[in-house]
């Protein structure tokens, strides 16, 4: 059986990937959306774009002009955490 790959929020439970990590990967994608993949500190990185392309709602949420900066926020930050790091 192929090994699961563990997603940001799994890493975030076996505490290989910080709060204050994930939020550091929201609001550099808030900042700049073609922004680089964030690096973890455990050697993780994720495509924040990729995350949030992968997660329907965020990608709908985010596409409408009218959603509130704090939505913003919360969709970019549940795709991080529901995203799929690669280890580098």
Request: aromatic share 4%; no cysteine.
């Amino acid at each position: 059986m192929a090994k699961e790959i563990p997603s940001v929020g799994d890493l975030r439970r076996k505490s290989e990937v910080t709060d204050d990590e994930i939020e550091a990967a929201t609001a550099a994608y808030l900042r700049d959306e073609n922004a680089e993949p964030s690096a973890f500190k455990s050697g993780h990185t994720i495509d924040v774009a990729k995350a949030i392309e992968m997660h329907p709602h965020a990608k709908k949420l985010l596409a409408e002009e009218a959603t509130t900066p704090g939505l913003r926020r919360t969709m970019v930050m549940t795709a991080v955490i529901m995203g799929f790091p690669v280890q580098g």
